[in-house]
């Protein structure tokens, strides 16, 4: 088959086939749109201003790696005055997390960056191996998404960020999309699609890969060379995800564009404002000072549980109530150190447009 | 009878099916069995069958039979590499090369990488 010419340059070879338009472009050529469009991403959607203090979550693994190879690229080429941080979560899980942290670690070096490493085990006084020796591998997803989400928020208030972008890629989002269609989650359907989220008490997070397929991301990393970890989480069995995930990719696999047209279908449902309204009005975690839709947040809850070898009262009302029967918690048990967000933060929810 | 020499490599996640082997060269005769099978006794250069050149659909079926060490639904899916497995040949996007019908050459370099692990 005689070699494919690039069909921007229309000079060098092709070397991959775009997802999203079919167009055969060459190497440098797909450096150049891959960049311009996430920058194009950010500028539309006004994801930062000249000064701010951004942390790039990361995990070592391919999205969060390209990620910030890419912010710190377009942050020198426009100029667009960010400082950069690193920012990764320390689940505690053995043979998995210690080894991704290490590809953190060399990324500091080669990109450059601060990094701030926060451990479950510091926060919360539990690793992950720890948990899942408690509670099994049944609800064990559970207690590291909470975990996980505020200390993020908690390790972007250390190194008092004004913002924080994940990795979040437009095969994500659409996995998302379709999961919350699946469970009926009308008001998650109506956020999972925004660009930018910010709670009251929360950092701003984004995502500038919104529109970036999985497989440029890879093929990206693939032809820059950027040195990344890629295994599956030892104690992840989310088997819903993976349904919707392989779902997908068939998907993709006989028409490209589902991706980008299920984020679209995401973004034009219309949410009534009473699906909206069902959210709990927010308040303050009266033991830790995080964000909560009730008198204690999430995470509180579910350290309690542990603290007391009551693991499931987190989970389930039934195990809560027999929890609540037992009385108070003890003043012994450990807790979350207070949260100071950083301040500056306005008090009401607000979504940037997309 | 040419012999072609294929340099084979996997990532993002792919060579946990391949007993962690990041790399590896696989000899193949230049024909194969049209019937795509892939014992040593079909590969004989006597053999009877029937021959066609051999073609990255043929390698895909190879690597499955004779080097997979787990999980081979996870690498194959009807007949050829799974959705979310980018496949390339010489460093070009085998969706550029005909996929599955591109006839090896000796030296090819072919790469596979899981787009499905963890971010
Ligand atoms: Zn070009
Ligand atoms: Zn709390």
Redesign the interface.
């Known amino acids: 088959m005689a070699p494919k010419i690039c069909a921007l340059c229309r000079k060098s070879k092709a070397m991959l086939k775009r997802p999203k338009t079919g167009q055969q472009i060459c190497k440098d050529c797909f450096f150049y749109v891959f960049e311009t469009e996430v920058h194009n991403t950010i500028i539309q959607a006004k994801l930062f201003k000249p000064g701010d203090r951004v942390a790039i979550g990361a995990s070592g693994g391919k999205d969060s790696t390209v990620l910030a190879y890419v912010m710190k690229t377009l942050n020198e080429r426009y100029q667009y005055g960010l400082d950069l941080f690193l920012l990764s979560i320390d689940e505690g899980i053995t043979g998995y997390r210690d080894d991704s942290l290490e590809t953190v670690k060399r990324n500091q070096q080669q990109y450059d960056m601060p990094l701030k490493i926060l451990s479950y085990d510091e926060l919360y006084g539990w690793t992950m191996d720890a948990i899942v020796s408690q509670v099994g591998r049944k609800n064990n997803c559970t207690f590291c998404g909470v975990f996980r989400r505020q200390a993020l928020d908690r390790g972007a208030a250390m190194l008092n960020v004004d913002h924080i972008v994940t990795g979040h890629n437009a095969d994500d989002i659409a996995e998302t999309v379709l999961m919350n269609i699946m469970r009926g989650d009308i008001a998650r359907l109506g956020r999972c699609t925004s660009i930018c989220t910010q709670g009251e008490d929360t950092i701003r997070r984004s995502k500038p890969f919104k529109y970036a397929y999985e497989k440029e991301i890879v093929m990206y990393a693939y032809f820059k060379k950027l040195d990344y970890f890629s295994t599956e989480c030892i104690y992840s069995p989310d088997a819903y995800r993976g349904h919707a995930r392989v779902f997908l990719k068939d998907l993709e696999a006989a028409r490209p564009s589902a991706i980008i047209d299920i984020i679209h279908s995401g973004e034009a449902f219309e949410i009534k404002d009473e699906v909206k309204a069902t959210q709990k009005l927010q308040q303050t975690c009266q033991r830790c000072g995080y964000m909560s839709s009730n008198a204690l947040c999430k995470a509180c809850t579910l350290l309690e549980g542990l603290e007391r070898g009551m693991a499931e009262s987190g989970i389930t009302d039934r195990a809560r109530k027999r929890l609540e029967a037992e009385g108070p918690a003890p003043d012994n048990i450990r807790t979350i150190p207070f949260f100071n967000p950083p301040s500056g933060q306005p008090v009401v929810t607000v979504e940037a447009p997309s | 009878m040419s012999q072609l020499s294929l340099k084979v490599e996997f990532?993002?996640?792919i060579e946990?099916l391949f007993s962690k082997k990041h790399t590896i060269t696989v000899e193949l005769p230049a024909l194969v069995p049209t019937d795509d099978s892939t014992d040593d006794q079909s590969l004989m250069e006597d053999t009877a069958k029937e021959k066609k050149p051999a073609n990255l659909a043929y390698l895909v079926l190879y690597l499955r039979d004779r080097l997979l060490t787990e999980r081979a639904e996870l690498f194959v899916e009807n007949g050829t590499v799974?959705?979310?497995i980018?496949v390339?040949v010489n460093?070009?996007?085998w969706?550029?090369?005909?996929e599955g019908d591109?006839e090896l050459k000796d030296k090819d370099n072919i790469?596979f990488?899981?787009?499905?692990?963890?971010?």
């Open positions: 990532g993002g996640g946990l799974r959705p979310g980018l390339l460093d070009t996007d969706q550029l090369e005909g591109y790469v990488i899981s787009t499905l692990h963890g971010g």
